[in-house]
């Protein structure tokens, strides 16, 4: 996935989804109103990997 838009000093923004880490529930049910949100990335997705159990595929 790929997306452009426009940061607050007026330069264009490219940016590029590579890939998808982790995903958990919602902790409220209701989205109508305020939700938060939280994201996070990565310079380096493969250190993070190697970190990350999880990631590899490793068994706990």
Not at 35 to 47: D, P
Request: zero cysteines.
């Amino acid at each position: 996935m790929v997306g452009t838009s426009t940061n607050d000093r007026g330069e264009q923004i490219t940016w590029s989804m590579l890939d998808v880490v982790d995903v958990a529930p919602a902790l409220d049910d209701r989205l109508d109103t305020d939700a938060e949100l939280y994201s996070r990335h990565f310079r380096n997705i493969e250190a993070y990997r190697a970190f990350e159990p999880l990631l590899s595929g490793e068994e706990l």
